[in-house]
């Protein structure tokens, strides 16, 4: 398998190294270096979009979910990218007419500018911070553990996490947004190819599909239904989580912004249709992946299942793409991220290009650092960890959504719906309130809460105006 | 006036297939599709919840490529 890995591994960074080159250019303006010049086709659109979606929590994170947790996990997230997909329909569009009056260069900054204060740019930025830099460190953890469990003593997990984080920093600093668009559209199509390759080798092992399910019957039954083995799957649970997956091109950056950078709305239609599909075929083989792991490795660690059903039970040269593939789900996840906090910062940042790029290219080696730092800390779940991420910056969908939405400046008072959601769902994060209320889950009532607060602002708004023309 | 009553008619189709894909994810809730503890009629070999969910998430695509072809933005910032 070495020879596999350092062949396609080689081919891999090769790819990187080009896309890094064609995308350098000397004189290029700040717009091309943080937002490819907002030209993004479709084919590319999509599959940027899904590598910074989906990557190794898709790749390492629901095949466990489908082993321990059951086939509910396909409602938690195939189900739920389904409303997403014709989410981003709706508010693309919106989004897309806004920003031809506003202009673009970050979220923050675009809030900023709309609501024409800085604070609603600072609590979104803060925001984003607080949840994408710990979803960065979930993705750099899960690849470290891996590599550290399948080349047993060649080095440490945190050695791993540097390279990642290292090669990372190169490619994004040389290359911009657009090397990190080309990166992921590698990454897109070997995570498809990949997945799938592995998604039928476990079904053969079995023979046919009807036979590993009833393999999976006779072993745990309790995996073929809602809630689960462990009773993880409830309403309330893939509600809240669908609401947190639905608006995620709303409030987390990274997705934001490839909404904006796209070439037209038809670019964008199509994008959004092809990653409805792309979603489907991808998280139907981690179906397949995870029910192979519930009979045959019903007991085992994550990272034993992952390192065993991805690679040591694959033909050589399968793991090996399996490897490269992992790490390249993580790095272009990591790199959205990353650069993703470096285009809010600099969307808040005043200054001559030259000024604001460094410093945005400081913001970006302080934040991969800290994400660094971070993934020493971490736990396993990666699927459950990814979704705290979602359910984190979903706070701000109302600040975002009033900031699109109104034709006049927004009112403020909904950052202090915003604000509070955001500390409360903190405090809990933190076990000083309890996740659960009455045997109602918290983040399913913060939707409520954020619901009834928009309301709240937009009818005092209503009758303000009333008022006034009266 | 006939380009206007068009941009009506795809205004009119497109909110309702809003409500479609709401009224869809909705449905995904109750034991219509996910039934708790039940795993039975499997369809090509899959239990209940997969194959049921697996119906609503390819639905749900299919009402978006409807709603893209209903938007009533649709060719506005053709560049």
């Not at chain 1, 590599?147 to 996490?161: R, V």
């Amino acid at each position: 398998m070495t020879m596999w890995i350092l062949i396609l591994g080689g081919l891999f960074v090769l790819a990187l190294v080009t896309a890094s080159v064609k995308s350098y250019k000397r004189n290029r303006t700040l717009d091309e270096y943080m937002l490819a010049g907002f030209n993004i086709g479709p084919i590319i659109g999509v599959l940027t979009f899904a590598a910074a979606l989906f990557s190794a929590f898709i790749f390492m994170g629901m095949p466990d979910m489908f082993r321990t947790q059951g086939v509910g996990a396909w409602i938690f997230l195939a189900v739920s990218d389904g409303a997403m997909v014709f989410g981003i329909i709706w508010f693309g569009y919106h989004i897309r007419n806004k920003v031809k009056v506003a202009g673009f260069k970050g979220v923050a900054g675009f809030v900023s500018g709309l609501y024409g204060s800085k604070w609603p740019g600072y609590l979104f930025f803060l925001t984003a911070f607080l949840f994408l830099v710990p979803y960065a460190a979930i993705q750099i953890r899960g690849i470290s553990i891996f590599f550290s469990a399948t080349f047993e003593g060649l080095l440490p997990e945190w050695a791993w996490a540097l390279i990642i984080v290292g090669i990372m920093l190169i490619y994004a600093e040389i290359g911009g947004f657009k090397a990190i668009v080309y990166s992921d559209a590698i990454q897109g199509t070997v995570l498809l190819v990949v997945i799938w390759i592995i998604g039928i080798t476990c079904i053969r092992a079995f023979g046919n599909v009807e036979s590993l399910f009833a393999e999976v019957e006779r072993i745990k039954p309790e995996l073929l239904s809602v809630p689960g083995p462990n009773g993880l799957f409830t309403a309330q649970f893939l509600i809240a989580s669908m609401l947190a997956i639905v608006l995620i091109p709303v409030t987390q950056p990274q997705l934001t912004t490839r909404i904006v950078v796209m070439r037209n709305f038809r670019s964008l239609s199509r994008m959004a249709v092809s990653l409805g599909a792309f979603a489907i075929l991808i998280i139907l083989s981690t179906v397949f992946i995870g029910m192979y792991g519930a009979v045959k490795y019903t007991d085992a660690s994550t990272a034993t299942f992952l390192s065993r059903a991805l690679l040591f039970d694959q033909k050589d040269m399968v793991g090996a793409l399996a490897m490269v593939g992992l790490f390249a789900a993580c790095l272009s996840t990591t790199n959205a991220q990353i650069f993703a906090l470096g285009t809010e910062l600099r969307s808040l940042l005043k200054g001559t290009d030259k000024r604001v790029l460094l410093f945005t290219r400081i913001g970006l080696f302080i934040f991969a650092i800290i994400a660094l730092v971070f993934s020493t800390l971490m736990s396993d779940e990666l699927a459950l960890l990814a979704r705290t991420s979602f359910t984190g910056t979903s706070m701000m969908a109302p600040v975002v959504l009033f900031a699109v939405l109104s034709e006049k400046a927004p009112p403020m008072s909904i950052l202090f719906v915003s604000g509070t959601g955001l500390i409360v769902l903190l405090l809990s994060l933190f076990h000083v309130i309890p996740a659960e209320f009455s045997g109602i889950r918290l983040d399913f009532l913060l939707y409520i809460y954020l619901a009834a607060g928009s309301l709240l602002v937009l009818a005092v708004r209503y009758f303000q105006t009333k008022q006034k023309v009266a | 006036m006939f380009k206007d009553m068009n941009k009506k008619k795809k205004s009119r189709a497109y909110n309702v297939l809003i409500m479609l894909a709401i009224l869809l994810a909705v449905l995904t809730f109750t034991p219509l599709v996910m039934p708790y503890g039940v795993y039975q009629p499997g369809f090509l070999h899959l239990p209940y919840t997969l194959w049921t969910g697996l119906l609503v998430a390819i639905l749900l695509v299919c009402l978006t490529w409807l709603a893209v072809r209903m938007h009533p933005g649709k060719g506005e910032d053709e560049s």
